[in-house]
């Protein structure tokens, strides 16, 4: 049995292992990081700020066999606000011609930018390889645990929603786009501005460039990164356009990575989260199962949502009774995933 549910402080050093997996900014390597987030998280979901960049949720996926914790991610109520700005490049294209020559060219363009408007964003997805390609689908059902909890709760959040993928570094781990820019403006690694720009953001307005910047002048392996994804992040890609959200032709600054976004009224799962009654499910050969997400009510968890097989007929969930146990209510909101 799988459950997607709020994040508790007693989860930090599982989570800290999770954090060594991959490098994102908002699931940091660092204890006292997360332990603060944590923190931050609880109080989010027990009294939610009125500032919406002051809320961040932190979800956590738990085998319930095991007792362990095996992924996490999280929603950041305003990403891109006056004091910690939204940086970015916007990808374009600039035509040049000569008429004497009868020549012209499409030169691929990259122009930094920023916003103080910014937007809810979610990030920091991470499963433990081990339960990579399980039945349950815990990556997704880890990702759309967030949607749940947004359908439920939208004015929590701003109209539209942002997330930024991870896109390909080399063989050392490097991103080829930073090599080519970020060092020669900021001189410091790549890892080193990604670190200082969780406490700090002037720095980047202050020494980025922000005239226009010409692909042509890049070498080719950071001109193929820009607005890619890793392998690994394909899967996240691809789950992301399925639900509804597209590439805005914006990438990060530090790496490349893209950046994608949806009205949270046109992501699918919002449009199919609806209110179920729930039954035990009594012919233990139903063939037409499919997998749910749904929230039920925990006295320990502000969120809780496990992943089971149902039947749906009509307005029913009919679940089976190795997925969900001493169910006390009758009615649930939820999605097929």
């Not at 109209?159 to 786009?177: R, Y």
């Not at 392996?221 to 607005?227: L, M, Q, S, T």
């Not at 805005?248 to 949806?262: K, L, W």
Request: proline residues 4%; contains cysteine.
């Amino acid at each position: 049995m799988f459950v997607i549910r709020s994040i508790i402080d007693s989860d930090l050093e599982e989570i800290f292992e999770l954090s060594q997996l991959m490098q994102f900014i908002n699931i940091p390597s660092d204890k006292k990081v997360l332990g603060d987030l944590i923190k931050k998280s609880a109080l989010s979901f027990d009294d939610p700020h009125k500032s919406k960049e002051n809320n961040v949720f932190m979800f956590v996926c738990e085998d319930l066999k095991t007792k362990k914790v095996i992924g996490v991610s999280l929603i950041h109520g305003l990403h891109g606000t006056e004091s910690e700005p939204h940086f970015y490049l916007k990808v374009g294209q600039e035509h040049k011609y000569s008429k004497s020559l009868n020549t012209g060219f499409i030169h691929g363009t990259l122009k930094f930018g920023h916003t103080s408007n910014g937007y809810t964003e979610i990030g920091g997805l991470v499963l433990d390889p081990g339960y990579r390609g399980h039945e349950y689908k815990l990556g997704k059902a880890l990702s759309f645990g967030r949607f749940l909890f947004m359908g439920m709760n939208k004015e929590l959040f701003t109209e539209t929603i942002h997330v930024e993928l991870m896109p390909p570094f080399d063989g050392q781990g490097k991103s080829p786009l930073w090599e080519a820019i970020g060092r020669r403006f900021l001189n410091m690694d790549y890892h080193d501005a990604d670190l200082l720009s969780r406490k700090n953001k002037e720095f980047i307005l202050s020494l980025f460039p922000q005239d226009t910047i010409y692909e042509a002048l890049l070498p080719i392996d950071a001109r193929d990164a820009i607005g890619k994804v890793g392998n690994q992040t394909l899967p996240v890609k691809r789950m992301l356009e399925n639900i509804g959200f597209y590439y805005t032709e914006e990438v990060d600054p530090f790496d490349g990575g893209p950046h994608f976004r949806a009205k949270l009224e046109d992501i699918s799962l919002i449009q199919d989260l609806d209110l179920y009654e729930i039954e035990k499910d009594k012919n233990k050969e139903s063939a037409s199962q499919e997998l749910w997400l749904a929230n039920f009510d925990h006295r320990d968890y502000k969120f809780y949502a496990p992943v089971f097989k149902a039947t749906k007929k009509g307005n029913k969930l009919l679940y089976r009774e190795k997925d969900l146990k001493k169910v006390g209510q009758k009615s649930v909101h939820g999605f097929k995933i």
